[in-house]
């Protein structure tokens, strides 16, 4: 397990100034078309599509398209280079209200077999009085989504809007990842009888893994894989270890990137680098306790991060390996260099330049493609110079 004196190294390199920070040069004018050089890249920015009512999440077809998920509820399609007009019908009712809506969507990993789309979203409970997140599955027909079912219902129905989650991500045996935030409601974060703050894993018809750790315990909701996290936003495999990493927001700083790993308890509320939007400790202000995770990384201040995915492209070569994670606050790319486990250093790039980079994936070009959270929200690529 990463001992303390790690995550405080790695906060003071980043309080200090020690890690890179926005490293545009200055003859280079920023924005769309612009060459923009970098510590170890040079890359133009590439808008490919305005419109997008904010979009969320992105996944790529066998066929060189795009599907799309805009929060409001819509399944856009994007194909020879183009924003399709018309959104694709199928879904079940999303609950778009506050930070709730249309989330994410991933490819099964047989898809060229069977066609399946997962997306996680919020929706209403049976009887319309909180709202919780969910995961469909569906596959594409010729104009809509055919073939929908719900796999699952989270059991943190809530009135609140607000840490829904949620990423999908699955892992190279097939299980599906789900992460969930703990709805503004940190105590549950710990109870293991409830989905609020957890990461779960399912089977990819929606039922339990056998091998999930709280399977057999009494009073455990068994699709809890790990527990303890607040708000996660983004979820990787890393691609030589596959074990499944994680970001999520922390309060006011304390921000996290965590490898999750089955049955452990990342600490959330009772551990936090971060402190109340009042100013007052978290708890009694403890960053470490016994048997609670520490972060493998973490920001204060705070960037809100979003999306995350290693770099494992041939267009950037000298990114091979690097964590990209978006960030909503200050419109940024962390990258992070990584030697093996540990972040080594970071360089924001893109900072205040497109908006809130909500999502970021690496596409089979090799370049990387970003969706920005915003009324109307673009698609963009980072293409080389």
């Not at 469909?136 to 219902?153: P, T």
């Not at 009042?278 to 991060?305: N, T």
């Amino acid at each position: 397990m990463l001992q303390i004196d790690r995550a405080l190294a790695l906060s003071a390199l980043v309080v200090a100034g020690l890690a890179i920070a926005g490293c545009r040069n200055a003859s280079d004018a920023a924005g769309v078309g612009a060459k923009e050089t970098t510590e170890q890249a040079t890359f133009v920015l590439e808008n490919l599509s305005q419109g997008l009512e904010n979009p969320w999440g992105m996944a790529f077809l066998p066929d060189g398209g795009m599907v799309i998920t805009e929060r409001p509820g819509r399944v856009r399609l994007f194909r020879d280079g183009q924003l399709l007009p018309d959104p694709l019908p199928g879904l079940p009712p999303v609950y778009a209200e506050d930070q709730g809506g249309l989330l994410d969507v991933v490819l099964h990993p047989d898809y060229a077999r069977n066609g399946w789309l997962y997306f996680s979203y919020s929706g209403l409970d049976e009887a319309g009085q909180g709202a919780s997140t969910h995961v469909a599955r569906a596959r594409l027909g010729e104009r809509s989504l055919r073939d929908v079912e719900v796999i699952f219902r989270s059991n943190a129905v809530s009135g609140s809007g607000i840490h829904f989650g949620s990423r999908l991500v699955f892992d190279r045996a097939g299980l599906l990842f789900i992460s969930h935030g703990e709805r503004g409601d940190g105590a549950k974060a710990q109870a293991l009888d409830r989905h609020h703050g957890k990461i779960l894993r399912l089977n990819d018809d929606g039922s339990v893994p056998a091998d999930n750790p709280f399977r057999d315990r009494a009073n455990a909701a068994p699709e809890i894989y790990a527990y303890g996290v607040r708000n996660p936003q983004g979820m990787t495999l890393h691609p030589e270890t596959g074990e499944l990493w994680e970001n999520e927001h922390g309060p006011m700083g304390g921000d996290e990137i965590n490898i999750i790993r089955a049955g452990v308890n990342y600490g959330w509320p009772v551990i936090s680098w971060g402190i109340d939007y009042s100013g007052e400790p978290i708890g009694d202000g403890a960053r470490e306790h016994a048997g609670m995770a520490q972060p493998l990384y973490y920001w204060d201040p705070s960037i809100a991060p979003s999306g995350m995915v290693f770099y494992t492209g041939t267009a950037f070569p000298e990114w091979q390996g690097d964590l990209l994670v978006t960030a909503l606050k200050f419109d940024l790319i962390a990258r992070l260099e990584m030697d093996g486990d540990r972040v080594v250093a970071e360089e924001r790039l893109l900072e205040g330049e497109i908006g809130r980079i909500r999502d970021i994936e690496i596409g089979p070009d090799g370049y990387v493609y970003l969706l920005t959270d915003e009324p109307d929200g673009g698609l963009y690529r980072l293409t080389p110079a």
